[in-house]
């Protein structure tokens, strides 16, 4: 396809991970496609992230989407580059009271009854597999085929595979205004698709009017490599809590080993805080919870700390399909802090919807128009 092209199919604004996955998707199914970034493939939020591949269930529509990415990441992983760094470690939702146990317990029989592979471990079994957590611990699920990835590798494999089925790339190019068929640019020039795929994370607020999308920050600290120490993801089952269930600033312990044998620790959350800066006595909090389960972490060589916005909606489901202001601009964004794990099945529930397919997952709960009584206001 022809780089100075003015006319496609469908453009996708945004080259983080969702963007780059459904331009890879549309052109795959034979859409004329554009993908646009202003800066390049993966730089935004993509490369702030965990990269933790995770089933989660705090609704049905989040198993469906989470379970169905996980299936499509399974089934890729063996043929992916090996910067991807695809490492099939498993999550260990850690149990720290009976209470906790009680909740792995009903966790494990709802996860079995969709076939998706978890194993209660004992106390015991914990400290074999994971011998530097503390030992007081009740247990946990061991949920074994999640894994971890290096995101921005990930967005840039799917943008460079969308440009080897075809895609045009419009890379360092700002879009100012998108229009009904028309995307005009920062530099003055324009582009007509048929239709406009928003992917432009938290930025697609500027874009858009009146987007359900906010910001949700996140804290993570990265140390020098420890091989061995830790071996699965580690989260504690009170994250869940803290990560849904609240609008409160909150802390959790969730400690990632990368395959360098680096150790990633996080996690923070606080709603609407827009300026990126370190929040010194947040993140020393967080690194207490980590050091409290895991206390050689006190020790270790801390390299860096960073924060990024996580575009997050109200109901916790992400924005995928046609938007509420205009049948021909989709939406792919409101990923929150799980745009890693689930990028493949959005990027499939788009390409499907697009191309008039049947879905692999019902799309309906994912649709941005659940929204549409906060977001009528029309778009030129
Ligand atoms: C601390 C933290 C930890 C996380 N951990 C995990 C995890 O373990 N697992 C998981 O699944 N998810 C995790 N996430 C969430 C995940 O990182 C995001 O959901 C995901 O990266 C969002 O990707 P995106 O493509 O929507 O956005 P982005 O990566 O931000 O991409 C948007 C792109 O749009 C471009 N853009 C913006 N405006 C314009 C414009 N006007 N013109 C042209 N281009 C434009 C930007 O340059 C950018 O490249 C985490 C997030 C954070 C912050």
Redesign the pocket.
């Known amino acids: 396809m022809n780089p100075a092209l003015t006319r496609c199919d469908v453009a996708i ?8 996955a459904c331009a890879e998707a549309c052109a795959a199914g034979g859409l004329n496609t554009v993908l ?19 089933v989660m269930d705090d609704s049905a529509a989040q198993w469906a989407l989470t379970a169905r990415s996980r299936e499509l990441w399974m089934r890729r992983a063996a043929s992916l580059p090996d910067d991807i760094e695809y490492d099939a470690c498993g999550t260990l939702w850690i149990a720290a009271n009976r209470a906790e146990m009680d909740a792995v317990e009903e966790k494990v029989a709802m996860y079995r009854q969709h076939d998706v592979h978890a194993q209660i471990l004992n106390s015991a079994e914990l400290a074999r597999a994971e011998p530097d957590l503390i030992s007081r611990l009740s247990g946990a699920l061991l949920v074994r085929d999640d894994a ?1 990835i290096y ?1 921005p590798a990930a ?1 840039q494999h799917f943008a460079a595979n969308a440009a080897t089925l075809g895609a045009v790339m419009r890379f360092g ?4 205004v998108i229009e009904p068929g028309r995307i005009y ?2 530099d003055g020039t324009m582009l007509d698709a048929e239709r406009i795929v928003v ?6 607020n ?2 858009l009017p009146n987007l359900p999308l906010r910001a ?5 600290v990265i140390s020098d490599r420890y091989p061995g120490r830790v071996r699965h ?1 580690l989260v504690e089952l009170g994250y869940l809590h803290s990560a849904h269930a609240s609008d409160a600033d909150s802390v959790a312990f ?1 400690v ?1 080993p990368r395959r360098n044998g680096q150790i990633l620790i ?3 959350r606080q709603f609407d805080a827009t300026d990126t800066a370190i929040d010194a006595p947040l993140l020393a909090h967080m690194l207490e919870r980590a050091v409290g389960f895991l206390p050689f972490l006190r020790d270790v060589q801390v390299l860096r700390s ?6 997050a909606t109200r109901d916790g489901l992400p924005l995928i399909g046609p938007s509420a202001q205009h049948a021909s601009i989709w939406l ?12 493949t099945a959005t990027a499939e529930l788009i390409a499907a919807q697009l191309l008039g397919r049947t879905c692999a997952i019902p799309p309906a709960p994912y649709w941005p128009t659940r929204f549409a009584s906060e977001t009528t206001h029309a778009v030129a």
């Open positions: 604004v945004g080259a983080g991970i969702i963007g780059s646009i970034d202003s800066d390049f493939p993966g730089g935004g939020i993509t490369a702030c992230g965990m990269g933790h591949i995770v971890v995101p967005a190019q700002r879009v100012q640019f920062v992917a432009a994370g938290l930025a697609s500027d874009l949700r920050k996140g804290h993570l993801q969730n990632q996080g996690s923070s960073w924060t990024g916005l996580r575009p792919a964004t409101g990923h929150e802090g799980l745009g890693i794990t689930t990028a």
